[in-house]
């Protein structure tokens, strides 16, 4: 089996980091070693890691506050496998993750690959709700996830693996925070490096469990997504606009009310099959009460993220 060095950097979430070792303990071929960065936490997660030191090969490192991308870096640099895995520490893996990535890696060899989320059946409705609207096709969520995706696949940190020599030619990651992963897997690919979903190879991702911090979870993807374009011109894509057409759509009905009834019915119109048509898929596949709360998730993730964009397209 390759060898799989699992980097985790973890700021303040003790509790989401032990369900997160506790499956890893499950896996059905076990990564080579585990580490963890504690990134200046102020409830540190030395003793939760300490559980696990024997039974997963695990070392804990402490260091001041840097954010999530040079705490990966840190990681990368103590790593000895022939891959380095990253896990948000808000992530519980299924157990036969390693085993999925080892045999597709062996078959079909990446240089760096990424691979999707799901929602966990032990996730509360508002998660669950949550995940949906960051994995469906209909808030463009999902295309990331899907083998048939919008150009080149970039992988995302909160489920990536990258081989050693691409960490040694790109010296990881430029910027900390606001588009950190986007950035870096950018340069992967321009390095000429190959990239790849794995899509067997998901992983449960809790997100956010409250609609304030996933609010401003995504106004600060959507300010994250259009710093990237500062970096490289041309990123910021049409379908990464579509959250910006549907908030100003929404803004304009009372406007189109006071000019033309006719046109304010017909948008009021897209505006309902469009979230119908949301209702009814989440409910499809989650239940009556996720396709509610689904609205609402859905909602606040498109209008979050064009108010981001907004933000960030001032400054």
Request: net charge neutral; glycine share 8%.
């Amino acid at each position: 089996m390759l060898k799989f060095s699992v980097i985790i950097p973890v700021y303040n979430r003790p509790e989401e980091l032990d369900e997160l070792l506790e499956s890893l303990t499950r896996q059905s071929k076990a990564p080579y070693e585990v580490l963890v960065i504690d990134d200046g936490s102020v409830c540190d997660s030395k003793e939760v890691s300490k559980k696990y030191e024997e039974t997963l090969n695990l070392r804990y490192f402490s260091k001041i506050n840097t954010g999530q991308g040079y705490t990966r870096n840190f990681g990368f640099d103590h790593a000895s496998g022939d891959y380095f895995v990253v896990f948000d520490s808000d992530c519980i893996i299924p157990e036969d993750y390693f085993e999925v990535v080892d045999q597709h890696l062996k078959k079909n060899p990446l240089d760096a690959y990424g691979g999707p989320d799901a929602a966990h059946k032990s996730f509360t409705l508002v998660q669950k709700a949550i995940s949906y609207s960051m994995t469906s096709l209909f808030t463009t969520g999902g295309i990331r996830g899907r083998k048939k995706h919008a150009g080149t696949f970039h992988p995302r940190s909160f489920n990536m693996g990258i081989s050693r020599k691409v960490y040694e030619a790109t010296h990881g990651y430029r910027l900390t925070r606001m588009g950190e992963d986007i950035e870096f897997s950018i340069r992967i690919i321009d390095q000429g490096f190959s990239t790849g979903l794995i899509q067997e190879a998901k992983v449960y991702h809790k997100r956010r469990t409250d609609l304030i911090s996933f609010w401003k979870q995504l106004h600060f993807f959507g300010r994250a997504r259009f710093n990237i374009n500062r970096f490289f011109p041309g990123e910021l894509k049409l379908f990464h606009l579509f959250p910006l057409f549907f908030f100003l759509g929404l803004l304009s009905i009372p406007v189109l009310g006071l000019l033309s009834i006719d046109l304010m019915s017909i948008l009021v119109t897209l505006y309902g099959f469009y979230f119908m048509l949301i209702f009814l898929d989440a409910s499809i596949k989650n239940g009556p009460v996720v396709g509610l709360l689904s609205l609402f998730t859905s909602l606040i993730q498109l209008c979050a993220y064009a108010t981001g964009l907004i933000r960030e397209s001032f400054r």
